[in-house]
């Protein structure tokens, strides 16, 4: 093929991947005999839409051993390893790119949360500091700082803050609403509750606005879900008969954000029995959300059923392949937070499962979801979202414990923080493992990984829950 053929495939290609029409895109750009820097890039990117991690990550590297410097294949290396847990590759390839631009601020940026996920906090703490002096309007990097330390946001910072959003037309800029939330912490920690929450209106509202597909998903968890799966279960193609191949003991955790569930979570795996830790993989949600899976269901006005055989195999395939093993006898733990949407096909595939529910005071979750910035859920950023949320949790967990009593344990965070001895004791031995002083001295652990929004408090010993703190926000919202 001439070089004009090759421009032609590319932009033919090219056009089809802004329309979204992958497939189409891919088989276009494949034919190109002398791909180049630009049709590798576009070929990684049609890749990673499409959500195949393996031939992204082919590509990218052929674009490094064509440009070792190539600044968009390091970057985007890094943010793999860093979705695939691998800190290490991905602590290299950002440290690769900043050696040959040390202002490119998302890998500064991304390097800082590996950092902060790995307890590594003075590291963390001294990266952002350095973004400030590169990228002084960046206030997701203030928003960062002041998670780690207070005292880093000055009277002068606020000032800047104040000045630089006070004219702010744009009510769709992510990086302003990280402004709003900054200023409601500062005034959280001045006591000065309405302003707190004038800011946090704002901070919230421009973060929701910030991307239109948030609608979308709100509706897809909020509404679409909750009326699928109130239709009754049906299971078919269900071979009941155990494999004696097979001794898988899942643990999952359910609670809405901020409930405690990332403390149970590291409770449990700082035992001395080996854990597998799924995190929170969306393994069930995935399955939903699959066309492949959706053809093993079929709706109905009252009903879905399923393929059992069909889903066993693969949703068990895709737990082996998140552990990197061939074994079929070991316990792992799930702390997807979706999952109590499925929980009766969860609780299909593994009957023995056991479920510890996380709960803890409804006002005092709600305020605590609305404090912050969980920015991969958009249901958060809205007062009557998060309520619906909370009540649709509420209401689902209360039939799996009618329903299923022997395999749900339920936690109350106040208890937990009040009692932890006896409370961790009667965690482990819901979930059949050997209780042990270790459990409660997690904070010890070197190993300890945790990318939640509890990644600080977790680093520190259990504190007792303060119920007090929640009683100044009762004027400004209505009672559940």
């Known amino acids: 093929m001439s070089i004009l053929d090759d421009q032609e495939l590319f932009s033919k290609g090219l056009q089809l991947f802004k329309d979204n029409n992958l497939d189409n895109s891919l088989n276009y750009i494949n034919k190109i005999k002398n791909k180049n820097l630009?049709?590798?890039?576009?070929?990684?990117?049609i890749y990673k839409k499409k959500n195949d991690v393996k031939n992204t990550k082919i590509i990218l590297n052929k674009i490094i051993n064509l440009d070792k410097?190539?600044?968009?294949?390091?970057?985007?290396?890094?943010?793999?390893?860093r979705e695939e847990k691998n800190?290490?590759?991905a602590e290299k390839f950002y440290l690769t790119l900043i050696s040959y631009n040390e202002n490119f601020v998302p890998a500064h940026f991304n390097l800082a949360s590996i950092y902060e996920d790995k307890g590594e906090l003075s590291l963390a703490k001294k990266i952002y500091l350095k973004l400030?002096?590169?990228?002084?309007?960046?206030?997701?990097?203030?928003?960062?700082?002041?998670?780690?330390?207070?005292?880093?946001?000055?009277n002068e910072t606020i000032k800047y803050i104040n000045q630089e959003i006070k004219n702010e037309k744009n009510l769709k800029n992510k990086n302003i609403a990280y402004a709003h939330f900054v200023l409601a912490k500062n005034y959280r920690k001045k006591k000065n509750i309405k302003k707190e929450l004038e800011e946090l209106s704002l901070g919230h509202q421009i973060f929701f606005n910030s991307d239109p597909i948030n609608k979308d998903i709100v509706k897809y968890w909020l509404d679409t879900i909750p009326k699928m799966i109130s239709k009754k279960f049906l299971f078919y193609n269900n071979e009941k008969k155990k494999d004696k191949n097979y001794d898988i003991k899942p643990i999952f955790i359910f609670g809405i954000p901020r409930s405690g569930t990332t403390l149970?979570?590291?409770?449990?795996?700082?035992?001395?029995?080996?854990?597998?830790?799924?995190?929170?993989?969306?393994?069930?949600?995935?399955?939903f959300q699959s066309s492949k899976f959706n053809k093993k269901m079929s709706e109905g006005k009252e009903f879905i059923k399923f393929d059992m055989k069909y889903f066993k195999k693969n949703i068990l395939k895709n737990y082996l392949k998140q552990f990197s093993t061939d074994s079929k006898k070991f316990k792992f733990i799930d702390r997807t937070m979706t999952n109590f949407f499925f929980s009766e096909l969860l609780l299909e595939l593994f009957p023995n499962a056991k479920i510890i529910n996380c709960k803890r005071n409804n006002f005092h979750n709600f305020v605590a979801i609305y404090q912050q910035c969980l920015n991969?859920?958009?249901?958060?950023?809205?007062?009557?979202?998060?309520?619906?949320?909370?009540?649709?949790?509420?209401?689902?967990?209360?039939?799996?414990?009618?329903?299923?009593?022997?395999?749900?344990?339920?936690?109350?965070?106040?208890k937990l923080t009040e009692f932890p001895v006896d409370t961790s004791k009667k965690i482990m031995s819901f979930c059949d493992l050997k209780w042990s002083q270790k459990v409660l001295k997690y904070y010890e652990r070197k190993d300890l990984i945790c990318s939640t929004a509890s990644n600080i408090q977790i680093r520190k010993k259990i504190f007792k829950y303060d119920s007090a703190k929640f009683l100044p926000y009762k004027e400004y919202f209505d009672e559940f």
């Open 38 to 45: 630009n049709t590798l890039k576009l070929l990684s990117q």
């Open 69 to 81: 410097k190539n600044l968009y294949a390091l970057y985007n290396l890094g943010e793999i390893s």
């Open 87 to 89: 800190f290490i590759e």
């Open 132 to 154: 400030v002096d590169i990228d002084k309007k960046n206030f997701a990097v203030y928003f960062n700082l002041q998670r780690l330390d207070e005292d880093l946001i000055t």
């Open 264 to 287: 149970v979570e590291t409770i449990i795996t700082s035992g001395d029995e080996r854990i597998y830790n799924a995190g929170e993989n969306l393994i069930f949600q995935k399955a």
């Open 376 to 414: 991969n859920l958009p249901w958060s950023h809205s007062v009557k979202d998060i309520k619906k949320y909370i009540s649709l949790y509420n209401k689902k967990l209360s039939q799996l414990e009618e329903n299923y009593k022997n395999n749900i344990l339920t936690i109350d965070l106040k």
